[in-house]
């Protein structure tokens, strides 16, 4: 198995003039680096109960009111959905891109919960981050995690699962569930 060496992983937060900026460095090197406005940083990735309140026929999509300024934006599939959301109907709905423009949050009906290593999906397949490159860690991290998602449901090995143990991964997927 090959090891990979890596510096400490921290995350640098600064929030300056209604933004907010996450830098998140391996040892004293960048790793990725997010600006986004406070209220932007507070509804990308959060899950929201919401009720439809409108719909757009024309493109198979509906609005999900949230409690903020505008609905979210919810494309959801009618030709590819046996059950499309009617008006009033309550749903979980996570926020994938935010607000633009006079548009509001874009959501999606398929939740995922992020950690260190994993994603946790709880409908979905389990995959590997297509930036893992190593073929040998990509079948070890495939193996695990077909192993220890649970029944219906997916993980997603991120970047920073290169290396871990299944024990480490584990206990991870337990936090998540």
């Given at each position: 198995m090959n090891s990979v060496e890596r510096g400490p992983i921290s995350l640098w937060v600064a929030s300056d003039?209604?933004?907010?900026?996450?830098?998140?460095?391996?040892?004293?090197?960048?790793?990725e680096l997010i600006l986004r406005s406070e209220e932007q940083a507070?509804?990308?990735?959060?899950i929201f109960k919401g009720r439809v309140s409108g719909q757009a026929?024309?493109?198979?999509?509906?609005?999900?009111?949230?409690g903020g300024v505008r609905d979210a934006?919810?494309?959801?599939?009618?030709?590819?959905?046996?059950?499309?959301?009617?008006l009033g109907d309550e749903l979980l709905i996570q926020i994938v891109r935010e607000a633009d423009g006079?548009?509001?949050?874009?959501?999606?009906r398929h939740l995922t919960l992020a950690g260190w290593s994993l994603v946790f999906?709880?409908?979905?397949?389990?995959?590997v981050s297509r930036r893992i490159d190593d073929l040998?860690?990509?079948?070890?991290?495939?193996?695990?995690?077909?192993?220890l998602a649970p029944e219906g449901t997916g993980l997603i090995a991120r970047t920073s699962?290169?290396?871990a143990t299944r024990e480490e991964l584990e206990q991870e997927r337990d936090e998540l569930v």
């Open positions: 003039l209604g933004e907010v900026w996450l830098a998140l460095m391996e040892g004293d090197r960048p790793y507070r509804l990308l990735g959060a026929r024309a493109v198979g999509a509906s609005f999900v009111e949230i934006f919810l494309m959801d599939g009618r030709a590819n959905e046996a059950n499309p959301p009617a006079g548009k509001g949050p874009r959501a999606t999906a709880p409908v979905g397949p389990s995959g040998v860690e990509r079948e070890r991290l495939k193996g695990i995690l077909d192993a699962a290169v290396g």
